[in-house]
């Protein structure tokens, strides 16, 4: 079974910290990805690395920067955490190719105050 | 760009009804692919179902089936015989054939009542 794996499941960080979500994957995927997922708006796309050092911005990518230095990890930054970044993060991975699956880690609650 | 509509925040179902949640979508490409991922609660977002766009046969599996309509950018999922286990959030997305990224909808809460 594919394993995408998040760090933590909760967080509750203040204003203005820099705050690192990590992902990890075991099935030697190509593309991994961030979203943020809100009541009413679905996911939305963050970032998303389709090789190592490889990144490409999603449709909300203001107030986040991301990393990949391994293949099986790719961690997103929040370099100085604000209030209306309070939301669930999940991460995906994938084979590249468009009709493949995106494998979901389980979502981290990120609550910054 | 594309989007893609769930107009339903809610439904429920009595176990072992049937139930059927929408999903429209817009774009101007005509190759691309379509997903259900089912999300219970506290737990991982799974795929429940796929369909690519140049198959006209609906995708079907087990208990869950779609009825795609391309023509009308609709792609609706049908769940059988609902059970306990099915309530969760379910997400339709789409994504062009040449893209990696998916495009999800706002999702739909199914509630199952005993």
């Known amino acids: 079974d594919v394993k995408v794996t998040q760090s933590s499941r909760y967080l509750v960080k203040r204003t203005g910290e820099k705050v690192f979500l990590e992902c990890v994957q075991d099935?030697?995927?190509?593309?991994m990805f961030w979203y943020r997922q809100d009541p009413g708006l679905g996911l939305r796309l963050i970032y998303f690395?389709?090789?190592?050092?490889?990144?490409e911005k999603g449709d909300i990518p203001e107030g986040y920067s991301v990393s990949r230095e391994k293949k099986e990890r790719f961690s997103l930054i929040l370099e100085s955490a604000s209030t209306n970044q309070t939301s669930m993060y999940l991460c995906?991975?994938?084979?590249?190719?468009?009709?493949?699956?995106?494998?979901f880690g389980a979502g981290t609650r990120l609550s910054v105050l | 760009a594309q989007t893609v509509t769930q107009s339903q925040p809610e439904m429920s179902v009595q176990e072992a009804e049937t139930v059927t949640l929408s999903c429209t979508y817009d774009?101007?490409?005509?190759?691309?692919?379509l997903f259900w991922y089912k999300q219970p609660p506290s737990r991982q977002m799974i795929l429940v179902i796929r369909?690519?766009?140049?198959?006209?046969q609906n995708a079907t599996e087990n208990r869950f089936s779609v009825n795609f309509q391309k023509a009308a950018k609709s792609f609706s999922l049908k769940i059988s015989d609902s059970q306990l286990g099915d309530a969760a959030m379910y997400f339709c997305?789409?994504?062009?054939?040449?893209?990696?990224?998916?495009?999800f909808g706002q999702g739909t809460r199914l509630t199952i009542n005993p």
């Open positions: 099935m030697d995927h190509e593309n």
């Open positions: 369909q690519e766009a140049y198959k006209q």
């Open positions: 995906a991975s994938s084979l590249q190719g468009a009709k493949n699956i995106q494998y």
């Open positions: 690395s389709y090789d190592v050092k490889m990144k």
């Open positions: 774009t101007s490409e005509s190759d691309y692919y």
């Open positions: 997305a789409y994504r062009f054939w040449g893209a990696q990224k998916l495009v």
